[in-house]
């Protein structure tokens, strides 16, 4: 979880330095080192898909732990999305404006305390809806 909490800090200061190209990065490496840590923690058993791509993260983590888990859609579509920001400044080549990467960043910020939050304290589990549930109650995702 170290990795996605510096990409975090990364990305909202690159935010604030004007740098939308480098935080929209920084969020998007953010939530996908957040969702590779919950894998990892919540003894998923498909350890080889949560390196190897993009893709193949951002499936397990929907199966494993939004399908059948604790983590709301609403803030499992958060990795995604991120994605697709991140596709569209990196390999499309297209601009993106400064409040999509402000709520990119925002998003990110939740995401990532919210992964720390269910699974560094070992709470939550594939299938453990209930309690996860619970959690996620409070959380605003912007």
Do not use: H, W
């Not at 920001?85 to 709520?103: K, L, Y």
């Amino acid at each position: 979880m170290g990795k996605a909490i510096q990409a975090e800090v990364s990305g909202r200061i690159l935010l604030e330095l004007g740098d939308v190209d480098g935080a929209s990065n920084r969020a998007y490496i953010a939530i996908f080192d957040a969702a590779q840590a919950a894998l990892l923690m919540s003894g998923v058993p498909a350890p080889d898909a949560l390196g190897k791509t993009c893709r193949g993260l951002i499936n397990t983590f929907s199966a494993y732990l939004v399908k059948d888990g604790p983590v709301s859609k609403k803030l499992g579509r958060q990795l995604k999305r991120a994605e697709d920001m991140r596709m569209v400044d990196d390999c499309n080549g297209e601009s993106i404006t400064q409040a999509d990467v402000a709520d990119v960043v925002a998003k990110a910020e939740v995401f990532v305390s919210t992964m720390q939050i269910i699974f560094s304290e070992g709470k939550a589990a594939p299938g453990d809806t209930a309690q996860a549930g619970d959690v996620l109650t409070d959380v605003q995702i912007p």
